[in-house]
């Protein structure tokens, strides 16, 4: 089988076939598709500028394929030019997930992963990442540690390993293994997938990291095209459950001298009427979430933004949240083996919780942990 790229190498003589490789709807040209005589060993794939040429003969039929497009198979009938579209197919990616610092097929795995499509709780109002989990993905386990809003949960996968450190697993975010921080720092519109490591192949690839399990988390970013701006919000009402029907302090007295047979009260009308401790600490808890997110860009620059409001009130009075998120995502190509990106991620956190009174900001570096991130990424 011959290789190129550009395809400039004739495999065998014959009528060349050249053309170019476009995405449908935006026209941007596709490199490293497949291209081959169908039923022979004759390919290669497109160059950088999604061009091809192939030496074949008539009749022969060429197949284009591409990871996440729909494969494309045409008949070359006396044709020496032919460009072809592709068009994206979500579910040719649905068996492919990411695994560490890579990605393939769920079938070729040897270790046990789990993996969350955002379409699984885009309809239900999920504030933070762990709610998104809970309940959706087999061997995690999360437990909220109080009912209170913005209260941190444990999450432990496949059950507690040490007795003395944390079990708390390793996350990832985009490539980059981070410490310190919580899922909820993650705001959940940017959330693009989740991936969980759950065995100890995961150790192979984190180190001692990755002993209590690896989470995966993969962004969005832009994509060259039109500019395209989502917002997203909800409201949600909570009410606590039904109050107990407690007795007032001259029912309780009546109910006393019935019992005792004698006036232990003698004037139980005079006792007035009780506090009702459940009114004065229960309220009704509303919770909304804003989400404003930009993307765009051309096929040398790619930009995404987004912000995030969120404000919790507890069913308990004295108790809620609001929070604030800003991140950024933009990525450049200098050329074909020099790629910038920076990544941004700011937020601002007020939580009220019974007591516990704090405020937290925080300034990420490439999904949480610094100021900026400045990353470079060679490809031989």
């Keep these: 089988m011959s290789y190129f790229l550009p395809l400039n190498i004739l495999a065998q003589e014959g009528k060349i076939v050249k053309g170019t490789v476009v995405e449908a709807g935006t026209g941007m040209p596709l490199p490293g598709v497949t291209v081959f005589e169908k039923g022979t060993s004759n390919g290669g794939m497109t160059n950088f500028e999604g061009e091809y040429s192939i030496s074949t003969e008539d009749g022969a039929v060429l197949v284009f394929s591409f990871l996440g497009y729909a494969s494309v198979e045409v008949l070359i009938n006396n044709q020496t030019q032919l460009d072809i579209t592709m068009e994206e197919k979500a579910s040719a990616l649905d068996e492919v997930v990411v695994v560490g610092y890579g990605s393939q097929k769920k079938i070729d795995l040897a270790g046990s992963i789990s993996s969350l499509d955002p379409e699984s709780y885009e309809a239900q109002p999920v504030l933070n990442t762990s709610s998104a989990l809970q309940g959706r993905v087999a061997g995690l386990q999360i437990s909220n540690t109080s009912g209170a809003p913005g209260s941190e949960p444990k999450i432990h996968i496949r059950g507690s390993n040490s007795i003395n450190s944390s079990n708390s697993p390793l996350y990832v975010i985009d490539g980059v293994a981070l410490t310190g921080i919580s899922l909820n720092d993650i705001n959940i519109n940017d959330v693009k997938s989740i991936g969980v490591l759950k065995d100890a192949s995961s150790t192979a690839i984190y180190g001692s990291r990755g002993a209590n399990g690896v989470i995966l988390i993969t962004t969005k970013n832009g994509k060259s095209g039109k500019v395209t701006v989502n917002y997203d919000t909800f409201l949600k009402v909570s009410y606590?459950?039904?109050?107990?029907?407690?007795?007032?302090?001259?029912?309780?007295?009546?109910?006393?001298?019935?019992?005792?047979?004698?006036?232990?009260?003698?004037?139980?009308?005079?006792?007035?009427?009780?506090?009702?401790?459940?009114?004065?600490?229960?309220?009704?808890?509303?919770?909304?979430s804003h989400n404003l997110a930009i993307s765009g860009g051309t096929d040398k620059t790619k930009y995404y933004v987004s912000g995030n409001y969120s404000d919790e009130t507890g069913l308990l009075k004295s108790t809620g949240r609001n929070k604030l998120t800003v991140r950024s995502n933009i990525e450049t190509v200098i050329n074909d083996k020099l790629t910038v990106s920076l990544n941004l991620l700011g937020g601002h956190e007020d939580t009220k919780n019974t007591g516990d009174i704090r405020q937290r900001k925080s300034c990420h570096r490439s999904t949480c942990m610094g100021a900026y991130r400045e990353s470079v990424r060679l490809f031989g």
């Design 240 to 288: 606590p459950m039904e109050k107990y029907n407690l007795r007032n302090a001259a029912t309780y007295a009546a109910q006393a001298n019935h019992i005792s047979g004698s006036n232990v009260f003698d004037d139980v009308s005079s006792l007035g009427e009780t506090t009702d401790w459940q009114d004065l600490i229960f309220q009704r808890g509303v919770s909304q």
